[in-house]
C-alpha cells in the first residue's frame, strides 16, 4: 500500500494561468474524490469518480474546473483561467470498492497559489 | 440543513493532560455514517474512525476513545494522557443525505499539545 499521490506539491502561477494536477489512487481502490480546502477550514466535496466515470460533480464547481479519470486508474484536475480565489490546497481520496462509506484516505495535497 | 458542527476552534493543553473534542452533526437520515480525520501540520489527513449509527456503543483505540450520542447528535473524541504528537486539527465528518459519497466536515478543531 504506497498510500494516495499527488502531483506536484506545490503550484504557483499567475492570474489567468491553467494548471493541472495530478491524483494517483491506491491501487486496488476504483473510488477516487476530489476536495479543495482552505485555511481554517474543512474540506469541501468536488467530485466523485468510480472507475473512469465521474458520479458526482459538487454545484461549486464552476465551468473552469474539469476532472478526469480516463482509464479508471490516475486522475486529473485542470482549472482554466485561474483567479485569486481559486488559491487553496487541493486533496485528492479514495476508497475501496463494496459498500458506501468506506474511509477515504488521502494524499498530501497540491497547494495552489495564484499570483 | 446538513451541518456538522465543530464548536471548539481551538484547544490548548498541556501535555498529558486529557482532551475532549467535540463535534455535533445534523440529519434527518435513520442510518448514517461519522467519521474523524486527523491533519497534522503536514497536511495529510489521516483516517482515524467511522462509526454506523446502529452501534453506539463507545470505542476505545489505545489513547483514543468515542462516545456517540445518538440522542443529543454527537460523536465526540477525546484523547486520554495527551502527548506532543497529538497536536493537529481534527475533523469530524459524514456523508450528506442525497450522496453516498460527498462527505460534508466540520470546521475543524485545532489542538495544541504544550510539552
Known amino acids: 500500500d504506497t498510500g494516495v499521490s499527488q502531483n506536484p506539491r506545490h503550484k504557483i502561477t499567475k492570474r489567468g494561468q491553467n494548471v493541472t494536477f495530478r491524483c494517483d489512487p491506491i491501487s486496488e481502490h476504483n473510488r477516487l474524490y476530489w476536495y479543495r480546502q482552505t485555511l481554517g477550514q474543512g474540506p469541501e466535496f468536488l467530485t466523485y469518480?468510480?472507475?473512469?466515470?465521474?458520479?458526482?460533480k459538487s454545484r461549486l464547481l464552476s465551468d473552469r474546473f474539469s476532472a478526469e479519470r480516463p482509464k479508471g486508474s490516475f486522475s486529473t484536475l485542470e482549472i482554466q483561467r485561474t483567479e485569486q480565489g481559486d488559491s487553496a490546497m487541493y486533496l485528492c481520496?479514495?476508497?475501496?470498492?463494496?459498500?458506501?462509506?468506506?474511509?477515504?484516505?488521502f494524499g498530501d495535497g497540491t497547494r495552489l497559489s495564484i499570483l | 440543513a446538513q451541518k456538522v458542527t465543530q464548536a471548539q476552534t481551538e484547544i490548548s493543553v498541556v501535555e498529558k493532560e486529557d482532551v475532549t473534542l467535540d463535534c455535533v452533526y445534523e440529519?434527518?437520515?435513520?442510518?448514517?455514517?461519522l467519521f474523524w480525520y486527523k491533519q497534522p501540520p503536514s497536511g495529510e489527513l489521516v483516517f482515524l474512525i467511522r462509526?454506523?449509527?446502529?452501534d453506539e456503543q463507545n470505542e476505545i483505540s489505545g489513547r483514543y476513545s468515542w462516545n456517540f450520542q445518538k440522542s443529543t447528535s454527537s460523536f465526540n473524541f477525546t484523547i486520554t494522557a495527551s502527548q506532543v504528537v497529538d497536536s493537529a486539527v481534527y475533523f469530524c465528518a459524514r456523508p450528506i443525505m442525497d450522496s453516498n459519497y460527498q462527505l460534508i466536515w466540520g470546521a475543524g478543531t485545532k489542538l495544541i499539545i504544550k510539552p
Open positions: 462509526r454506523n449509527s446502529f
Open positions: 481520496a479514495s476508497s475501496q470498492t463494496g459498500s458506501s462509506n468506506q474511509p477515504q484516505h
Open positions: 469518480f468510480q472507475n473512469e466515470a465521474q458520479l458526482e
Open positions: 440529519t434527518r437520515d435513520t442510518t448514517y455514517y
